[in-house]
């Protein structure tokens, strides 16, 4: 489905001090990445914050900044992506859903915008209408928040509102940026489900999260990344028991850290934690007298 | 390239403001008496070699009145630019100091911008009477509460900030905390004030010296070449017209790129 | 449906507070303008007898000045001259100009009805292209239409407005004769007479360069405005779901751009009132601006006083609309507030 081998990406910064006033340096933010997603499956792309999973789904999209470098290549469905054919696949075969609720206009109603998804894919304005209002629909938004200002959302159904725009599209590839961040359980499982969904129905999801618990129940396989670099890819369900079918100490860490995994602290540490602790109480205690 | 540069531009701009100033200074010092010599034999001569800028109705050579009329702009709008600077600053110091106060200041800036530039400018240069001096501070006087109100601002919400309330919690002095967490915050913020002061003081002194309420018409002002050349217009004398303000547009340009570019970059 | 008709009493109640405390503002402010250029006419050192007199100057003598000083209240203390003119001023007698032989009143509202069009023409024609090419130019940022109407706009906005006027004239009156050279209408017919396609052919220039000089700042704001919406998420966004850089800021754009272009539109009256006062002396357009400038030079202190306060308020009025525009406008403060 896609394809992507030997991607770096480099952005430019001001460093400190005097010479930033006409040097500009280079920082690398992906590090060489090759990586293979398949047709019909929910990859996950796991990492901390700052490990470069957005940057690398803005790749994909080729929605960078202009002053951007990016090395390596691209392949969708054997054709090879640069700018101009990333133009025309964008909202018809590859989808973004953002991690931002700020990324929807908060000067449009909500349908009209799901609309605008539409048309931008390809349909005439009449269908466009009618299939924003069937989308918004099937993710339970009704009349009323169909007819509503973003603010006057809430932030679960924001969310609902942007994976129904990438809904509408129609596309292939749907890219979900941290779609579970500020829910609820409930909420949480009800956008994952959703994400399910369209990866049954033969659309190939990635989906950007930053907590391996939320990608494990729904993904196929998972990719750990860490500053830029790709640690590992696996399938889901290597991550159970102690780990060891993970080849990588950072990713048997990364899983093992997660609470259910009855993760015990090494002695020292503990010991220096409840030192802290003691040394809070004591503070809190003295400003309140 | 330089598109994505903006510290880079914010310095090329300011290399050639500099150049200017100081070819300003420079041409000050070699001009001596020449904007005032009269030709008799050169009256309204237009440009050539000989008079690059042609002459005016005394057969004196407008670019030497042209570069003359720019220091004494330049000077004029340091100053008043400088000043208003001071005022705003002090008056937004004095706004953070207690709530009366703070009320006094805002009315008063409410009040300076409600009248519209030039009118309050002719008040108050008919108040002092004319003159350079007049000028210099009638211009400052009405330029500051833009600034003032932005430092004002600032300062408020400084003062508000979390690290200073923890500064001043931990007993640094009060000298500390103006020192080491509000200038670094309003020196930026006055520096390119001042700068994009700059721009409109020299324009709004040219204007009002333009109507006759400014520097006096002995002075080669940009102004005074101005409204000189007014009368002559319909003869077709046009270099008189073209050449003093093209002069004024290309200083106030520079300094006004040299402002925003700061700005960007900073 | 109990709740919406509490929700609209509560905006309304809301709205009124805000108007009566906006009106509030507006009559302190008017109230210190008066004492400022009061207290300034008072500084000046120009004597107002002798600006009283004119050219009659030397044929008065000492007794004649007394009684004249007398007559006027030049006499009193300034607090007492101050609340003497205040009181006139509110029931609606501004003095009487002497430059011009009318009551200021009189004065203000012929001259202003000759300003207005001039005032009102240059203004819209700068708000509506002004936005446009503001929204053209940051459209695309670094393309070549940006990069022409910015530096068209970065220019006309450092160029004095009377050396444009000036230029104007040169160029179009002058040397292509299109345009006449002075005043509202041809010289040596009345007023009353002129018609109006001749008010026009005067009117145009002046509306012209006036209009040039304001589409700048505006053009400028929006431009910046534009830019910085298509960084934003909703930007990207939509650029995510395939949409041109023409579709994301015609659709998109304009709503975000728009309303700060309409508060800047109404925040630089004064702006554009100093612009007509300079452009009406070259132009020597018998308006508002033309007799602020005689009341000044030849020390008409009434009509001065009068003018800056008639002014204050167009200017305040403006400042208002800015303020209240974003209330009646925007969705998120009509209900975010609440």
Redesign the interface.
């Given at each position: 489905m896609l394809t992507i081998e030997q991607l770096s990406l480099r952005l430019p910064h001001y460093g400190t001090g005097y010479a930033a006033w006409w040097k500009r340096s280079w920082a690398t933010c992906l590090d060489n990445l090759s990586l293979h997603f398949l047709t019909g499956e929910v990859h996950a792309l796991v990492g901390a914050s700052g490990a470069g999973k957005s940057l690398l789904a803005y790749a994909i999209m080729g929605l960078l900044p202009a002053s951007a470098r990016l090395n390596g290549q691209l392949c969708y469905q054997g054709q090879l992506l640069d700018k101009r054919s990333q133009k025309t696949l964008r909202g018809r075969e590859l989808a973004l859903i953002p991690q931002s609720l700020n990324a929807l206009d908060p000067l449009v109603r909500t349908q009209r915008q799901v609309a605008w998804a539409a048309e931008r894919a390809g349909q005439s304005s009449g269908s466009a209408r009618q299939s924003a209002r069937q989308a918004l629909d099937h993710y339970r938004l009704d009349t009323r928040a169909q007819q509503a200002y973003a603010h006057e959302l809430s932030g679960g159904m924001a969310r609902r509102v942007l994976t129904a725009m990438a809904h509408v599209s129609q596309a292939q590839l749907v890219i979900a940026d941290e779609p579970t961040v500020g829910l609820d359980p409930h909420q949480r499982q009800r956008v994952l489900a959703a994400l399910r969904d369209l990866a049954d129905q033969g659309k190939t999801v990635i989906l950007i999260t930053h907590d391996l618990r939320h990608a494990l129940p729904i993904a196929d396989r998972v990719t750990i990344m860490r500053s830029g670099k790709l640690i590992e890819t696996a399938p889901a369900h290597a991550f159970q028991g102690t780990g060891r079918s993970l080849t990588n100490a950072y990713s048997q860490a990364l899983w093992l850290a997660l609470p259910d995994n009855a993760f015990t602290l090494p002695k020292p540490c503990a010991a220096s934690i409840a030192d802290k602790a003691a040394g809070i109480k004591a503070q809190q205690e003295i400003s309140v007298a | 390239m330089i598109r994505h540069q903006p510290r880079l531009r914010a310095l090329l701009s300011a290399g050639i403001t500099l150049l200017l100033i100081m070819g300003l200074i420079a041409s000050q010092w070699l001009l001596g008496d020449t904007p005032q010599q009269m030709q008799f034999d050169a009256r309204l001569a237009p440009p050539s070699l000989a008079h690059w800028f042609g002459t005016d109705a005394l057969g004196r050579e407008l670019w030497a009145r042209t570069l003359a009329g720019l220091s004494i702009s330049f000077w004029v709008g340091c100053l008043a630019a400088l000043l208003s600077t001071l005022i705003a600053l002090s008056l937004a110091a004095l706004a953070a100091l207690s709530r009366r106060l703070d009320a006094l200041v805002s009315l008063l800036i409410d009040t300076l911008l409600s009248v519209p530039h030039l009118i309050l400018l002719m008040l108050i240069a008919f108040a002092l009477g004319g003159g350079t001096q007049a000028v210099i501070i009638a211009v400052a006087a009405t330029h500051w509460p833009s600034l003032a109100r932005v430092l004002r601002a600032e300062l408020l919400h400084l003062r508000q900030a979390p690290y200073v309330r923890i500064s001043r919690a931990l007993g640094k002095s009060r000298w500390f905390v103006l020192h080491s967490h509000l200038l670094p915050h309003l020196l930026p913020h006055c520096l390119i004030g001042a700068l994009l002061l700059f721009p409109h003081a020299i324009l709004h002194e040219a204007a009002l010296t333009f109507l006759g309420f400014g520097l006096s018409p002995s002075q080669p002002a940009v102004g005074v070449l101005l409204a000189e050349a007014m009368r002559y217009l319909t003869g077709g004398y046009w270099w008189l017209g073209v050449f003093p303000g093209l002069g004024l547009l290309i200083m106030v340009l520079c300094f006004a790129r040299l402002g925003s570019n700061l700005r960007r970059a900073l | 449906m109990a709740l919406d008709v509490r929700l609209i009493n509560f905006i309304t109640q809301e709205l009124a507070q805000g108007i009566a405390k906006r009106l509030a503002?507006l009559t302190?402010?008017?109230l210190?303008?008066a004492l400022?250029?009061f207290g300034?006419?008072m500084?000046?050192?120009?004597d107002p007898i002798d600006a009283y007199l004119g050219p009659q100057m030397a044929q008065v003598s000492p007794e004649q000045r007394e009684l004249i000083a007398q007559r006027w209240g030049f006499d009193a203390p300034p607090v007492v001259q101050f609340s003497h003119w205040l009181r006139q001023l509110l029931s609606g007698d501004l003095g009487w100009s002497h430059v011009y032989n009318q009551p200021v009143s009189e004065v203000i509202g012929q001259r202003f009805q000759r300003s207005i069009a001039l005032l009102g023409g240059a203004w819209l024609l700068s708000a509506l292209l002004g936005f446009s090419l503001g929204v053209v130019a940051g459209a695309k940022e670094?393309s070549t239409l940006d990069k022409i109407i910015s530096t068209y706009a970065?220019?006309t906005?450092?160029?004095?407005?009377?050396?444009l006027a000036?230029?104007a004239?040169?160029l179009f009156s002058?040397?292509l004769g299109w345009t006449p050279?002075c005043c509202a209408g041809p010289t040596g017919i009345l007023s009353q007479q002129v018609s109006l396609a001749q008010r026009l052919h005067h009117l145009v220039l002046p509306i012209a360069t006036l209009a040039l000089l304001g589409i700048a700042n505006i053009t400028l704001h929006t431009r910046h405005r534009m830019l910085e919406f298509m960084r934003?998420?909703?930007a990207?966004?939509?650029?995510?779901?395939?949409?041109s850089r023409l579709?994301v800021a015609w659709?998109?754009g304009i709503?975000?751009a728009c309303l700060p272009a309409m508060t800047l539109a109404f925040a630089s009256l004064?702006?554009l009132?100093?612009g007509s006062?300079?452009i009406e002396?070259?132009f020597a357009y018998p308006g508002l601006g033309q007799a602020?400038?005689a009341a000044?030079?030849r020390?008409d202190i009434p009509l001065?006083l009068g003018?800056?306060l008639f002014?204050?308020l167009f200017?305040?009025i403006g400042?208002l609309m800015a303020d209240s525009l974003y209330g009646v406008i925007?969705?998120?403060i009509k209900?975010?507030d609440l």
């Open positions: - | - | 503002r302190l402010v008017l210190c303008v400022v250029s300034l006419m500084a000046s050192p120009i670094g970065y220019i906005a450092s160029t004095p407005a009377f050396w000036i230029l004239v040169l002058v040397f050279t934003s998420e909703v990207t966004h939509a650029f995510a779901q395939g949409a579709d659709r998109h709503r975000h004064g702006e009132f100093g006062i300079l002396q070259v602020t400038v000044g030079l020390s001065l003018i800056a002014t204050a200017v305040s400042n925007d969705p998120r209900l975010g």
